[in-house]
């Protein structure tokens, strides 16, 4: 394949729509002074909400916004939009009437229902069964265990994770792109394909799923006429789809609310030491693997945040700021224990935990919040060290560095802590990295008719040569 060298021939704009499960934006790319400049247009706040003792997304508020910055960026683009693309979270999901229209405000994938619905999963069809199939870790959070969970009256309603419904409400027919769908532990990893066995054994219609499709196909056009492309629309294969790395000894921490710690595969990797130590196999651009963990993230600081609330006004650099200057604390939480993952009083939490363990608690107060963040900071980076162990010894790579993706790259702290526990080179860069990927993996689909791995590389690398 001979890849394009300057700008394309059409310099129409792109658009990118990132959905986070803190902050949604929408993105520009434009083709100026000699290179492409990606501008961001618009961002608006975003988090879960409780409706009738349920944790949800507001779906009005997340359209209406995402309606104002696709209006924005309109206006700015005189030269013409030539394609949309959208990434975010996986999991959620939502459900459709006859008219293609939500039905109702999609759950969050923290609400607990899904607590007993995999207990039940479980007695339907034995865990390992579900591992050995999809070669994606055990996580309540997974769609499969959501989709269960659901009213009967909603089953055979058809259904769509929340990228993909965004691309269908402007226009684009319903699909699964792959690195989304795989999150839904409904795939199987051999085949690629959804897994008709789960479906059947845990009674889920799947005539409701949609038509899986890879990253970069186009799957409609909007009213203006801009192509409608699923991308990887997983935020983080996007993410790592922004690395322009051809070589084999590196690592990837996506740092966000979650960080996702691995690296990339050709295939996955699914023998018996890998389901014991729960590692997941997920899509990426280019037909590759991501093969990691997930890790309980930036979660904590921003639970620990709220607490706080009121009392101090720290900001989060000020905070990273003040924890850099206190000395190592003597023990490290369990990042990943589950009373973790669940939202409110998260110092109280982790002051929990420690009692428990027979360890000192910490002051939970805003006064003493830098001692808390500096407990969090080194308990995440030991917690980077154990699963990049477990990285080299189940893929035999020898890893040499790792790229830090997400918001988390800014954390001068915590990546200085990372390199120290790893002894890994540290790289990171762009903090919008899943937008530089979504306009990455499209710009392969639309310039090089495939959205492999060395086409993508090559588009990342000139995204990133003018960010």
């Known amino acids: 394949m001979t890849l394009p060298r300057g700008l394309p021939n059409d310099r129409r704009a ?4 990132d959905l986070g499960a803190e902050s949604c934006r929408v993105s520009l790319l434009r083709w100026k002074d000699g290179g492409p400049q990606i501008e961001l247009v618009h961002r608006h706040a975003n988090m879960p909400v409780s409706l009738r003792g349920e944790l ?10 995402l309606d104002l910055g696709l209006r924005k960026a309109a206006e700015i683009a005189t030269e013409g939009v030539r394609s949309i693309a959208v990434d975010g979270w996986a999991v959620d999901y939502v459900r459709l009437n006859t008219q293609g229209e939500a039905i109702t405000d999609p759950f ?21 069964r579900i591992r050995a199939l999809t070669g994606v870790e055990m996580s309540r959070i997974n769609t499969l265990y959501q989709l269960f969970a659901d009213e009967a009256e909603l089953q055979d309603k058809p259904w769509l994770n929340l990228p993909e419904f965004i691309l ?23 085949k690629r394909a959804w897994c008709s066995e789960i479906f059947a054994a845990a009674g889920l219609m799947e005539t409701a799923a ?123 939480l369990n ?11 998260m110092p109280s939490r982790i002051n929990r935990q420690l009692q428990q363990r027979g360890l000192q608690t910490l002051d939970p107060g805003a006064a003493a919040a830098p001692k808390m963040v500096n407990l969090i900071m080194h308990s995440l980076a030991a917690r980077y060290r154990e699963i990049l162990g477990s990285v080299a010894q189940l893929t035999g790579k020898t890893l040499r560095k790792i790229y830090i993706v997400g918001g988390g790259s800014c954390n001068t702290l915590l990546n200085r802590l990372t390199a120290s526990a ?40 000139q995204l990133l040569t003018t960010d």
């Open 210 to 332: 949609p038509s899986i499709v890879m990253p970069g196909t186009v799957v409609g056009h909007a009213l203006d006429g801009a192509a409608l492309i699923a991308p990887a629309c997983h935020d983080t294969a996007s993410a790592i789809a922004s690395i322009p790395d051809d070589a084999d000894d590196w690592a990837y921490l996506s740092s966000g609310t979650w960080s996702l710690v691995g690296t990339l595969l050709n295939e996955p990797l699914n023998g018996e030491e890998v389901r014991a130590a729960d590692f997941t196999n997920l899509g990426a651009a280019g037909g590759r693997i991501c093969f990691h963990k997930n890790v309980n993230g930036m979660w904590l600081l921003r639970q620990c945040m709220l607490a706080w609330e009121g009392e101090i006004d720290w900001t989060i650099p000020e905070l990273i700021e003040a924890a850099e200057h206190l000395p190592p604390p003597s023990y490290v």
């Open 422 to 461: 790893t002894g890994l080179e540290v790289r990171c860069g762009a903090v919008e990295r899943s937008t530089v990927g979504n306009f990455a993996v499209r710009l392969a689909a639309l310039e090089n008719q495939i959205a492999d791995r060395t086409a993508v590389a090559y588009w990342a690398q």
């Open 14 to 17: 792109l658009i990118a729509i």
């Open 335 to 345: 990042v990943d224990e589950p009373d973790l993952l669940l939202p409110g009083e």
């Open 168 to 190: 269908h409400r402007l226009g684009g027919r319903r699909v699964a792109e792959y690195t989304m769908a795989t999150h839904t532990q409904l795939v199987d990893a051999e």
């Open 108 to 128: 969050c994938y923290r609400d607990e229902r899904t607590i007993g619905a995999q207990a039940e999963v479980f007695q339907r069809i034995a865990a390992d």
């Open 56 to 65: 949800c997304w507001n779906l009005k508020q997340i359209t209406e916004q």
